[in-house]
């Protein structure tokens, strides 16, 4: 396997088009060839080899995460937006939850809403039985957290101990954007195009794949200075091009 390998350095990087964000670091695009050797005579000699298969690839750091190039490094084509704004959970809506164990403490207790981070000031909040026929009482069976929306069962109230309920509320939702995890999905493929430009010469190099698509993994670091990820896209023979199947690597004169 003959491999080479074109560490470009930072850069920018587009997906179907979309500028997703400045790549640092080491960004190395990755071309590695399997070479079949025709031999003959004796002692065999290679007289002729031959490329029987290419890989194509490009390794990066994102240096800027968002929401949208997280999708699509995570093989996504796209994240929900939220805008904020006031909701409600009416009581026509049967809402259920079924109250749980905190790992926290032996308490138990339900969330309301979308999600933690995701919505926030919860007011208005009822809580029935499923038959809807009894009321609980805030303080006596039941306290809320108008912040989080978690609704934590009063031991000793009327509520039984992992009771599934029926609740109404109200809530304001957070702005921004949404990754989902953990549902089937297909890993989407992309025109992958990156461009460094030489800070000497202000020539750029470009890598381009057509069809590009990430391995699904996708790790995200905190640390005390900037969130960086590493993100690799390997390319997909694009059966309509015949020069260039998997994608091309161009340097400006």
């Given at each position: 396997m003959a491999t080479d390998h074109i560490t470009l350095g930072s850069g920018d990087l587009y997906l179907n088009g979309v500028h997703v964000g400045y790549l640092s670091g080491e960004v190395t695009a990755i071309v590695e060839n399997a070479v079949k050797k025709f031999q003959s005579g004796v002692p065999k000699r290679t007289i002729v080899q031959v490329i029987e298969g290419t890989s194509m690839s490009l390794k990066a750091g994102?240096?800027?995460?968002?929401?949208?190039?997280?999708?699509?490094?995570?093989?996504?084509?796209?994240?929900?937006?939220?805008?904020?704004?006031?909701?409600?959970?009416?009581?026509?809506?049967?809402?259920?939850?079924?109250?749980?164990a905190d790992p926290t403490n032996d308490l138990e207790f339900i969330q309301l809403g979308p999600g933690p981070g995701i919505a926030t000031t919860f007011s208005s909040v009822v809580?029935?039985?499923?038959?809807?026929?009894?009321?609980?009482?805030?303080?006596?069976?039941?306290?809320?957290?108008?912040?989080?929306?978690?609704?934590?069962?009063?031991?000793?109230?009327?509520?039984?101990?992992?009771?599934?309920?029926?609740?109404?509320?109200?809530?304001?939702?957070?702005?921004?954007?949404?990754v989902n995890v953990g549902f089937e999905q297909e890993i989407n493929d992309c025109l992958l195009q990156f461009i460094h430009t030489n800070p000497?010469?202000?020539?750029?190099?470009?890598?381009?794949?057509?069809?590009?698509?990430?391995?699904?993994q996708f790790n995200?670091?905190?640390?005390?200075?900037?969130?960086?990820?590493?993100v690799t896209w390997e390319a997909l023979e694009d059966t309509a091009r015949t020069a260039n199947s998997l994608g091309y690597i161009f340097i400006q004169s």
């Open positions: 994102l240096a800027e995460i968002s929401a949208s190039n997280m999708a699509m490094a995570m093989g996504q084509q796209a994240s929900v937006a939220w805008t904020a704004g006031a909701a409600t959970v009416v009581d026509g809506d049967n809402e259920e939850h079924t109250f749980r809580v029935k039985d499923l038959t809807e026929v009894t009321t609980y009482t805030v303080t006596t069976d039941y306290l809320v957290n108008a912040t989080t929306g978690k609704v934590t069962r009063v031991d000793g109230g009327t509520i039984t101990t992992l009771e599934t309920v029926r609740v109404s509320y109200a809530y304001v939702k957070v702005a921004g954007d949404q000497r010469t202000l020539k750029e190099t470009s890598v381009v794949i057509w069809k590009a698509q990430t391995d699904g995200l670091p905190f640390g005390d200075d900037f969130v960086k990820t590493d």
